[in-house]
């Protein structure tokens, strides 16, 4: 089983900077991409960012040159570093992967709980 732990969240004003991280622990063999999501009140998960174990990124166009998307393969660690946030950025964050816990397990997305963001105008 593989456990999900995300940190950072907070209430900031627009225009600063948050960072969020996101540990996967237990028994995990390996883990291919992960990435953050996020969910505004009344709107549908979307993607924020992710990578892949290679360190390629890709971003939502409202996220492009504000936000970073970082990891730590050795950690099973993810970051997300958001700078000149907007009002618009407020959500719950969510990381994600997508790992197997031994060599026979097939490769199945594991979730966080969510860590909430807000932004103050």
């Known amino acids: 089983q593989v456990h999900m732990v995300e940190s950072g969240g907070g209430l900031v004003q627009a225009g600063g900077s948050l960072r969020l991280s996101c540990a996967a622990s237990g028994t995990i063999f390996s883990i291919n991409a992960m990435g953050w999501y996020r969910q505004a009140p009344g709107k549908q998960r979307e993607l924020v960012a992710s990578?892949?174990?290679?360190?390629?990124?890709n971003y939502a166009d409202s996220v492009k040159g504000r936000f970073t998307i970082s990891r730590d393969n050795a950690e099973n660690t993810v970051y997300l570093q958001m700078n000149s946030l907007k009002p618009e950025d407020t959500a719950v964050y969510y990381c994600n992967a997508n790992g197997r816990g031994t060599v026979w397990s097939p490769f199945i997305d594991y979730w966080g709980k969510g860590t909430l963001v807000t932004v103050s105008s």
């Open positions: 990578i892949t174990s290679g360190g390629s990124t």
